[in-house]
């Protein structure tokens, strides 16, 4: 902590409260009020915490990498010469040499991925003074912008579910706490959310305004420039969303079902193609998917993570990609439901440990209600849309990461679609409920 951030601090928090509680009474209504500045406090004080997390536990780490070393120079740079503060900001830095007695001191400016992080803390940082703990409070705005409209999403479809989807959408601790800060978790969250509000209000509410489809460009350009491995499981999840909405407005149900095995099909072939294009000439293409996932394994297992104390492992047969669909039920295991709490062995996985059991415990109480009463909901487009991410999304981070500390800021992403499934999932299950599924299904 610094004197700026003393000084700035308090004032970005009044600027922040102040704008909540007068948008307040335009953006929710009676049932959804409540939520509002709490789902905002807990990203503030999530991402101050993350500060301090990182500071006193880690001794740095990425988030002072994005700001301390990264925005903070851009800035001194913006201070001394505005026009290089504005090409740091807006243009290539790589072989610009102009610029290099800045990008020479910046830990993340060959990386493309966590620049772009840079790039957006460094234009908060011109209005907080470069203040880590005014940033860091911006980027958590940006986070609970995200989330809000992932839970407005499906609330217009399901008020009466609301407290569940409130807790699944905006008030996982985990989901708070690492994506609400100076980091990549946070943007990408926040365009996950954004683009699934898009296509909603496009595709299912039928306003097809330009601004809507403004946001969905530029949420999935965000995702794009920062981790392309989740759009490489988001596209697979709103084709199968879109595909479902289009089958279930045809009302003849021969013709549906006349139409179900060509458009599947297409669908897979779309989605094929889709993946590949996304991670094409890149370290997420398929093929170099499976290098990366078998190289990572090893690393982990034998040579940096094998005193760690917080790695794991998936047992894959042979490292194609058949070998790594056929573990694909460990890691998706391991993603949702570990660490164990006989796995802890630090605070923090005491904390990822903890929530894991709740949705495990949650989990298996939906399935004890047995499938037929569960059948009728696996056909709601919203319920399949939320499990076809948050499984495939699951699958790649336990296949590929082998470190729980890890692997608990990646699965951020998959948990409030897992637990929306399942808040759905719940509210269908009630007798007096199953025929909102069935009605869904035949409109």
């Not at 102009?98 to 020479?104: A, K, M, R």
């Amino acid at each position: 902590m610094e004197l700026r951030d003393f000084v700035s601090t308090p004032i970005i928090l009044v600027i922040v409260y102040v704008a909540a509680f007068l948008l307040r009474p335009y953006i929710t209504d009676q049932i959804t009020r409540p939520y509002f500045i709490p789902a905002l406090t807990v990203r503030v004080f999530g991402a101050l915490a993350l500060g301090i997390v990182y500071q006193f536990y880690y001794d740095g780490g990425d988030t002072y990498n994005y700001h301390t070393g990264g925005s903070r120079i851009i800035w001194e740079a913006f201070m001394k010469d505005p026009l290089a503060g504005m090409q740091l900001i807006f243009q290539p830095v790589t072989n610009n040499q102009n610029l290099y007695e800045y990008t020479s001191r910046i830990y993340f400016a060959r990386d493309p991925n966590s620049y772009f992080v840079i790039r957006i803390a460094a234009l908060f940082d011109i209005f907080t003074f470069s203040s880590y703990s005014g940033t860091a409070i911006l980027f958590s705005v940006v986070g609970f912008v995200g989330a809000w409209l992932f839970f407005i999403t499906f609330y217009r479809q399901f008020s009466e579910a609301h407290r569940g989807l409130a807790f699944a959408t905006l008030f996982i601790p985990s989901v708070f706490f690492w994506g609400s800060g100076v980091m990549k978790d946070t943007i990408v969250l926040a365009g996950v959310g954004v683009a699934t509000f898009s296509i909603y209000k496009i595709f299912i509410e039928k306003q097809r305004q330009v601004f809507y489809t403004f946001l969905l460009i530029v949420s999935l350009f965000l995702i794009y420039s920062i981790r392309i491995f989740v759009l490489q499981a988001f596209v697979p999840a709103i084709l199968v969303w879109l595909f479902l909405i289009r089958i279930q407005s045809i009302r003849m149900m021969l013709v549906r079902i006349l139409m179900v095995p060509f458009v599947a099909v297409a669908l897979g072939v779309s989605v094929y193609y889709s993946v590949q294009q996304l991670g094409q000439s890149s370290k997420y293409s398929l093929d170099n998917i499976v290098k990366t996932a078998a190289v990572t394994a090893y690393d982990i297992g034998y040579f940096t993570g094998r005193n760690a104390g917080s790695g794991y492992s998936v047992e894959v047969t042979e490292w194609t990609p058949l070998g790594m669909l056929q573990a694909a039920p460990a890691a998706i295991n391991v993603s949702l439901f570990r660490p164990y709490l006989w796995e802890v062995r630090n605070p923090l996985m005491l904390i990822s440990a903890l929530e894991s059991t709740f949705i495990l415990v949650f989990t298996i109480i939906i399935l004890l209600r047995g499938f037929g009463r569960l059948s009728s909901a696996l056909t709601s487009y919203n319920v399949v849309f939320c499990l076809v991410f948050a499984l495939i999304f699951s699958f790649a981070a336990g296949i590929s990461t082998f470190n729980f500390g890890t692997l608990t800021r990646y699965r951020i992403v998959a948990l409030p679609f897992y637990v929306v499934a399942l808040v759905l999932l719940e509210y269908y299950s009630s007798s007096k409920r199953r025929n909102r599924a069935v009605l869904e299904a035949t409109e």
